[in-house]
């Protein structure tokens, strides 16, 4: 029997809907807004200890109207103390994983991406703009800049203005500082919600084609909106 020619059009037009839909929601602009009955109920799948999720939400909920210094020092410290270097292999059983937030307070490990990850989603919560964060990929010299053992690295870098030098968020080392006293550091690329930059110097310029090269981002994203960041 076969299916009359308006019921394929039908179909047709059923089919471009869904996946107009589906386009729009993988390009919706990520708000980084939180719900947090939805997040509870996420985290409750991965554990059964709310200890973490809720000192996590008083952190939060605390610095709501703190300055952006105060802002910064205290999640930095947070996930620092909060998390345990982990490698991605021994900890999800891949070579790279980026976990979301939720993920790594519910395993209290994490390997830098994850700290990079989890300080970068507060901190946009707290209504610091993508403009003024940048998640950087790094060579880190490993006993200090003249040594020639390096490992790729990943930070959090601020940006107090336009034209500013970008101050680092690390796990590696507890404080915040400018990025020319992280000569151990050699970037190599950044990327925020708006897009991928050359180097990580505050004039860099967005790259074509905008985070959808980065299909771990991508993935994260969506994981990320499924437990509740909105």
Not at 100 to 116: A, H, I, R
Not at 188 to 216: D, Q
Request: net charge neutral; proline share 4%; with cysteine.
């Amino acid at each position: 029997m076969f299916t009359s020619f308006s019921n394929l059009r039908q179909a047709r037009v059923t089919t471009l809907s869904i996946i107009l839909f589906v386009v729009a929601l993988l390009c919706a602009p990520f708000s980084y807004g939180l719900n947090w009955d939805k997040l509870r109920q996420s985290f409750r799948t991965l554990t059964s200890n709310e200890q973490a999720f809720n000192e996590w939400n008083n952190l939060l909920s605390g610095l709501q109207d703190a300055n952006v210094d105060s802002k910064l020092q205290k999640v930095n410290q947070f996930f620092n103390r909060k998390l345990s270097y982990t490698e991605d292999s021994e900890l999800w059983g891949q070579s790279d994983y980026w976990a979301t937030p939720l993920e790594s307070l519910s395993k209290g490990k994490g390997d830098c991406e994850d700290y990079v990850i989890a300080k970068y989603f507060s901190l946009r919560s707290l209504n610091i703009p993508d403009t003024q964060l940048r998640l950087v990929y790094v060579k880190a010299h490993i006993g200090g800049p003249n040594s020639s053992v390096t490992q790729a690295h990943m930070v959090l870098a601020f940006y107090p203005s336009g034209d500013a030098e970008p101050l680092i968020l690390d796990n590696l080392i507890t404080d915040i500082r400018p990025a020319s006293r992280r000569t151990d550091l050699s970037p190599i690329f950044s990327f925020n919600g708006l897009g991928i930059f050359a180097g990580s110097a505050s004039t860099a310029t967005v790259g074509p084609g905008g985070t959808s090269r980065l299909s771990r981002w991508q993935d994260l994203l969506e994981r990320a909106r499924k437990e509740g960041f909105e």
